[in-house]
């Protein structure tokens, strides 16, 4: 190819998401797909199961205690799932766990078509589903190191983000119109045939076996997850900013709150504030061709948090709905930036016998910070108002991130794309 015909492509990665990583790696590509499709399945399903729980008992109580019944086994089995990924080989164990999701999904159809209906045997699916997700996220994160090298990981990464939140956007409104049409069976049943792209997927895979020591124990430890992570203050750093955002300016308890009381809204309304960071965070990940000439992730991860903090403050400062949407996407598009770099961050910075262990406390901290988060708005919000709480608590995250900065600042140099050989001896990019 001439010059002339490679600038376009070029230039257009500055702005759109990078495809690299789909152009260079077959199996890279077809697990990208496959996850994709299959996310935007378990987003139907997830949606369905909160109505059908509502359809049977008519309690909001009875819907949250879904949450509550994923949540448990998700950070029970995160860490455990995160030990058995750098114990086995990855591949086999993302099959295993991806078709014990399938089944489940095949499950619930079939109970939906026989007029099955009974609320302990819905809380019964979501709590063996949520084992899956956990034995299932941090082998295939632990598989795109593997797949990649290490300078297209920022770039696949964004393309990850982009993979969450069509989930999240277009699998509850999809499973909404399913439901409304044709049933819960139809979402459920669409949910488990999209599994067959991710199995295929996999099935693809060569064998991904940690890359361990033939003297190393044969079965990996948490504990030694967790004193790894205790060496490495840089990677620590990326779970506490996490935390900054996730447990000080998380307002998502209070949309319901905020939609009548500053925007006299209703349950639409509510809609439009969950949906708004959702879509700053897809378009985070469509815009995201930049992210690859940044060097100095851990400063981006500080700023990116920082600029999510600031946005909910603004937010909270807000009482017309479309300025208030706006920061909300703001800081949606602001948590994918931290997010791309935070994952990269632990795919380069860890060896590969360790990537599955670190993984899965990734999945606790996030699966538990955003509760924690709403039980501090709400509570704040209760003692004081909603405004407090969400303006007070976009502040305590900014002011977090400078202490951390203060406290921590490392000025090493991060393995970007010209000192990725360096990766192995650099502990991260600050």
């Known amino acids: 190819m001439t010059a002339d015909t490679e600038a376009p492509p070029r230039s257009r990665s500055r702005i759109l998401a990078d495809l690299t990583p789909l152009r260079s790696s077959a199996h890279y590509r077809r697990l990208w797909f496959g996850n994709t499709i299959s996310w935007v399945g378990q987003g139907m399903t997830s949606l369905a199961i909160s109505l059908q729980v509502y359809d049977i008992t008519g309690s909001s109580f009875s819907v ?8 448990v086994p998700l950070m029970v089995f995160g860490l455990y799932g995160g030990a058995i990924a750098d114990t086995v080989d990855r591949r086999k164990l993302g099959l295993a766990s991806a078709t014990g999701s399938a089944v489940l999904s095949a499950g619930l159809a079939g109970a939906a078509f026989a007029g099955f209906a009974h609320v302990w045997f819905l809380y019964g699916i979501v709590a063996l589903q949520s084992v899956c997700a956990a034995l299932n996220a941090p082998a295939r994160s632990s598989m795109i190191p593997r797949l990649l090298p290490p300078e297209q990981l920022a770039a696949a990464n964004a393309l990850g983000s982009i993979t969450l939140t069509s989930g999240m956007l277009l699998g509850p409104m999809l499973g909404g119109l399913l439901v409304g049409f044709a049933g819960y069976q139809s979402a459920y049943t669409i949910d488990a045939v999209t599994f067959a792209a991710s199995l295929y997927a996999m099935w693809r895979l060569p064998s991904m076996l940690p890359d361990r020591d033939r003297t190393a124990a044969k079965r990996a430890s948490v504990l030694d997850g967790f004193r790894f992570l205790a060496t490495r203050p840089n990677l620590r750093m990326t779970f506490f900013t996490d935390f900054c955002a ?19 809204g209703d349950a639409r309304t509510t809609g439009l504030l969950v949906a708004a960071p959702a879509l700053g965070a897809l378009l985070g990940g469509v815009f995201s061709g930049w992210l ?47 997010m791309v770099f935070r994952n990269t961050m632990l795919q380069v910075a860890a060896p590969d016998e360790m990537r599955g262990r670190l993984q899965g406390v990734f999945i606790v901290v996030v699966a538990g910070g955003p509760r924690l988060g709403d039980f501090l708005a709400g509570t704040t919000a209760d003692l004081a108002s909603p405004g407090v709480a969400v303006v007070g608590g976009g502040v305590a995250c900014v002011v977090a991130v400078m202490t951390v900065y203060a406290v921590f600042r490392v000025r090493s140099e991060m393995p970007g794309l010209k000192t990725v050989n360096r990766a192995a001896r650099a502990d991260a990019t600050w």
């Open 246 to 264: 996730m447990i000080l300016a998380h307002p998502r308890a209070l949309f319901p709150a905020v939609a009548v009381l500053w925007y006299g």
């Open 64 to 71: 949250g205690l879904v949450g509550l019944f994923s949540l």
């Open 292 to 338: 690859g000439r940044v060097h100095r992730h851990g400063l981006a991860i500080l700023l990116a948090v920082g600029a999510w903090g600031a946005a909910i403050a603004v937010f909270g400062l807000t009482r017309q709905l479309w300025l208030g949407l706006v920061f909300l996407a703001v800081a949606g598009c602001a948590d994918t930036v931290s």
